[in-house]
């Protein structure tokens, strides 16, 4: 269980992307998440509460050129 997303990940990673993986102690089951983590693929591990505001920051980031939010 898993692999699908960790081949997907490392294709993702291969072409320049970030991954964000959730984390244990929010997943339901932590398969994909765990094995993309285990592999060192993951750029952050966030519980996923923490995920879709993480995207949004990036988005904003990359907006302002590279320039940091803060």
């Not at 990673?13 to 984390?23: C, L, S, T």
């Not at 591990?45 to 904003?60: K, Q, T």
Request: proline share 4%; net charge neutral.
């Amino acid at each position: 269980m898993g692999q699908d997303g960790l081949r997907g990940c490392e294709h993702l990673r291969a072409a320049g992307g970030a991954v964000i993986a959730q984390d244990e102690e929010t997943s339901t089951v932590w398969g994909m998440p765990g094995a993309v983590t285990r592999a060192g693929l993951a750029d952050v591990v966030l519980p996923l509460s923490d995920i879709a505001p993480e995207i949004v920051r990036r988005v904003l980031i990359g907006r302002r050129g590279g320039r940091s939010a803060a």
